[in-house]
């Protein structure tokens, strides 16, 4: 018999493993590069690595999920976790670390592409739309943990090494609440046939979520990544900055699923949209005390994106399988990759542009930061007008379904 709490909960261990994968090993960066003599260059490609492995073992879980299942897959995200936390501490320097990052981003991706079809496949409605939420504020409230417990241990100085062992503790928690389990089988008739998938993923509707899902992970993740470069010198600090942002989505998550039931997805994806545009535009004009109102603005907005668009290919979209919704998370970070260089070209030219106009030092440094954040906000002004197609396409769809 399945044990859905239990499956439930490992999953959420299972992605604060990958939370605190991506909170610790940014917090120990400079400890590695003071260790292993590493430029920010190197640095940079090590990170990219985390990146890499998540969308290509997460299409490629989404495209056996059916072939091998979800136990397989977090049988393989448990050894890839592990092995990639065990090479990073015993790495001997650059190479080691490119292998071990890569290792554990590949555990990460394997997560994300067997817990939401299981999650998909054990609930149904609002339950799955708030227990999606709910699983994926453990990103945000993990970031958060995993942040503290690096800045606790970094301040002890109880090393580097001490820190990644810490990620060893969701990862053998997720390991025991899966370990002798009953999956569920899926609900849909047709869903495992790689046909009905590939059939159901060449809808418009599949195509334009697809779309929005490339915006929609950029606009969450684009300004967080440089947030601690771009408002080092707005008088607020960076990293309450975005422990405020981590904190409210997480939060935000919790409490999802009434939200979803009231408002539909569309609805949600509309209204995140519009607080996300309000909180970049604000956090490109304010200064001091003003920006964390600012970043109030931005989790709230994005804070229900990444579960939303997830619960939404799961429930308009059910026949695309594990394999749709795996290929639309792969989307997001795919966009969040190729999107952070075009975003370190617009700093360097707005740096450019400011200093011509006779700014130096931090006043240099401040304006060219929210300049690049004017252009961030072209990412959810374009998802406003694509939501609210999404809004009408799928109410006039509802009304032709029930005539």
Request: aromatic residues 12%; neutral net charge.
């Amino acid at each position: 018999m399945t044990n859905s709490k239990r499956l439930f909960y490992g999953s959420c261990f299972a992605l604060i493993t990958t939370a605190f994968s991506f909170s610790i090993r940014a917090g120990i960066l400079p400890q590695l590069a003071e260790t292993f003599s590493l430029s920010g260059q190197q640095l940079g490609f090590i990170n990219s690595m985390w990146f890499l492995g998540f969308p290509i073992s997460m299409i490629l879980g989404g495209l056996f999920y059916h072939t091998i299942g979800p136990k397989r897959i977090m049988q393989f995200a448990f050894a890839t976790h592990t092995l990639g936390i065990i090479l990073t501490i015993f790495s001997g320097g650059y190479t080691g670390l490119l292998v071990s990052t890569l290792l554990i981003g590949i555990g990460n991706g394997c997560t994300e592409a067997a817990c939401n079809p299981m999650i998909a496949d054990a609930y149904e409605g609002k339950q799955m739309n708030t227990l999606l939420n709910r699983f994926h504020m453990w990103f945000p409230g993990g970031i958060v943990l995993g942040s503290l417990v690096s800045l606790l241990m970094t301040t002890l100085d109880l090393g580097w090494q001490a820190q990644i062992w810490i990620i060893m503790i969701p990862t053998l928690i997720y390991a025991y609440l899966f370990m002798r389990q009953e999956f569920p089988k899926p609900k849909i008739e047709g869903v495992t046939s790689i046909g009905e998938n590939f059939k159901a993923m060449l809808s418009p509707i599949y195509i334009f979520i697809l779309a929005c899902m490339a915006l929609t992970a950029i606009s969450e993740f684009g300004p967080q990544q440089w947030t601690s470069l771009i408002l080092s010198n707005s008088g607020a600090h960076p990293m309450v900055i975005l422990a405020l942002i981590t904190g409210l989505m997480a939060i935000g998550r919790y409490f999802g699923g009434d939200i979803v039931h009231r408002f539909d997805q569309t609805g949600v994806l509309l209204g995140s949209a519009i607080l996300t545009a309000i909180g970049i535009f604000l956090l490109s004009t304010q200064t001091g005390g003003m920006v964390y109102i600012a970043a109030i603005f931005f989790a709230l907005g994005v804070c229900y994106f990444w579960p939303n668009m997830i619960g939404f290919v799961a429930e308009k979209i059910p026949l695309s399988g594990a394999l749709g919704m795996s290929i639309v998370g792969g989307m997001g970070m795919f966009s969040s990759s190729i999107f952070q260089a075009i975003i370190g070209g617009w700093i360097d030219s707005s740096t450019e542009e400011q200093a011509a106009l006779g700014l130096t030092g931090t006043d240099l440094e401040l304006a060219a930061g929210q300049q690049t954040l004017t252009y961030m906000i072209s990412f959810p002004a374009i998802l406003i007008i694509l939501f609210t197609i999404l809004y009408f396409w799928q109410r006039n769809a509802k009304k032709t379904a029930t005539a």
